[in-house]
């Protein structure tokens, strides 16, 4: 079992930067992804890192501005964001996967373990 705490969430203007942080309580997933949640929307798939290599991929909706990175001596991964927009309003979840190969990259059903969440409100 993998818990992860997700961390950073925060009520900024906006034009401004975040940085999210998932911790997990051991780096043994081959796949660790940050996705949200707006109210009344679906979860929506934003980016991933590959932990073995540091392979990272970000969503084309939100490339220009949102970056991942993982750091393995803390056992966390980050999500960059950057020039927020009212619309980035929601709640951010990580979401880890145990295994390797081939899966559909964005679909819930993929990963395995979910953080609680970090509530990021841009306003504008």
């Known amino acids: 079992q993998v818990q992860l705490v997700e961390s950073g969430g925060d009520s900024v203007q906006a034009g401004g930067s975040l940085r999210l942080s998932c911790v997990a309580s051991?780096?043994?997933?081959?796949?660790i992804a940050w996705f949200r949640q707006a109210p009344g929307k679906e979860r929506e798939g934003l980016a991933h890192v590959f932990t073995p290599s540091g392979e990272t991929y970000v969503d084309d909706s939100v490339r220009d501005r949102f970056a991942i990175s993982q750091d393995k001596a803390k056992k966390t991964v980050y999500l960059h964001m950057s020039s927020l927009k009212p619309e980035d309003t929601a709640m951010y979840y990580c979401?880890?996967?145990?295994?390797?190969?081939?899966?559909?990259?964005?679909?819930?059903?993929?990963?395995?373990?979910w953080g609680q969440g970090t509530q990021v409100s841009v306003s504008s």
């Open positions: 979401a880890a996967r145990q295994s390797g190969g081939s899966f559909s990259t964005w679909r819930i059903s993929s990963y395995d373990f």
């Open positions: 051991e780096y043994s997933s081959k796949y």
